[in-house]
Nanobody
């Protein structure tokens, strides 16, 4: 059974950058659409970025558009989220999953904290 494992989170100051990684234990190519989700304190989990296997199309939530970049490397079963110009409101636990999500793919997530 495929598992997704997130890494790369940390504590940064506003305006700084982080790169999150998502490693699939199996073939990332099995998933037509993969996405990064986040859950901010007291809020529902939301999709922040998605990428399509077929053509590499990427789509972003308005709140991160222009600051975050999602990418995917099917050859090494990895997905990434480059986060620039981070804001305190980006503080959340970040997860990767397919879209629509599969319950079995939820990992522990990686904590991103943006604070001065």
């Amino acid at each position: 059974q495929v598992q997704f494992v997130e890494s790369g989170g940390g504590l940064v100051q506003p305006g700084e950058s982080l790169r999150l990684s998502c490693a699939a234990s199996g073939s990332m190519s099995d998933f037509a659409v993969t996405a990064w989700y986040r859950q901010r304190p007291g809020m529902q989990r939301e999709v922040v970025a998605r990428i399509y296997r077929s053509n590499g199309l990427t789509l972003y939530a308005d709140s991160v558009k222009g600051r975050f970049t999602i990418s995917r490397n099917n050859a090494n079963n990895m997905m990434y989220l480059e986060m620039n110009s981070l804001k305190p409101e980006d503080t959340a636990v970040y997860y990767c999953n397919s879209l629509p999500y599969r319950a079995s793919l939820w990992g522990q997530g990686t904590q991103v904290t943006v604070s001065s």
